[in-house]
């Protein structure tokens, strides 16, 4: 079947402006979540969704972050204003829902470079 | 505060030889999970291993092994006669016993295995 799928693949943009990342999970896993991974380093967690429960945002990095979810289907990530060190890229993961722990499925990510 | 230390930023191997990626974690939980993923230069993470932290014994897949010392706190994973298609960046990561399934990851590891 289908696995997480995320767009657009890269992203260039200039310092300032609002970008939208979105991540479409596999088909019927409640939980989607957003990582960011800077050149070199290992991935930050930055918001968890799981079914119709309120989102955990304890990862987003500052207020110019934000993310939503409708329902159990595409995800999107927004970046307002965004700076030099948004650089990055932008993984997305689902599983299946909490009857039983299962491991994440990451998508293949987003490029974002802010010039 | 939960942490998560690779330790070895690089290791370059050659072919057919054994090697060890360390991994070393602070929790104050008793209860969490240990993961291990492989992260190949397509950029797609690949889910390689789960243990729980009531579950000490030592994993064998294939090539791939993994020792869990929770003495140590220590999950270490380790290649058998390495091959070139094992080049990759190595992930560590744990997860609380919460069902939320954050992961918190450590740096990576990068391995190169040369012919």
């Known amino acids: 079947g289908a696995g997480v799928s995320q767009s657009p693949s890269n992203k260039v943009t200039e310092k300032g402006k609002d970008v939208e990342l979105r991540c479409d999970p596999i088909s019927g896993h409640t939980a989607l979540y957003w990582y960011r991974q800077r050149l070199g380093q290992g991935l930050e967690f930055l918001i968890y969704f799981q079914g119709n429960s309120a989102p955990d945002k304890s990862g987003l990095p500052s207020d110019r972050f934000s993310a939503e979810r409708t329902g159990e289907s595409v995800s999107t990530l927004t970046i307002q204003r965004t700076q030099q060190e948004d650089s990055a890229v932008y993984l997305c993961a689902s599983r299946p829902g909490l009857a039983d722990y299962n491991e994440q499925f990451f998508g293949p990510g987003t490029r974002l470079t802010v010039l | 505060a939960q942490k998560v230390t690779q330790a070895q930023t690089e290791i370059s191997v050659v072919e057919k030889e054994d090697v060890t990626l360390d991994c070393v974690y602070e929790t104050r939980d008793t209860t969490y999970y240990l993961f291990w993923y492989k992260q190949p230069p397509s950029g797609e993470l690949v889910f390689l291993i789960r243990?729980?932290?009531?579950?000490?014994q030592n994993e064998i897949s294939g090539r791939y092994s993994w020792n869990f010392q929770k003495s140590t706190s220590s999950f270490n994973f380790t290649i058998t006669a390495s091959q070139v298609v094992d080049s990759a960046v190595y992930f560590c990561a744990l997860s609380p016993w919460d069902n939320t399934g954050k992961l918190i990851f450590g740096q990576g590891t990068t391995l190169q295995v040369k012919p």
């Open positions: 243990r729980n932290s009531f579950d000490e």
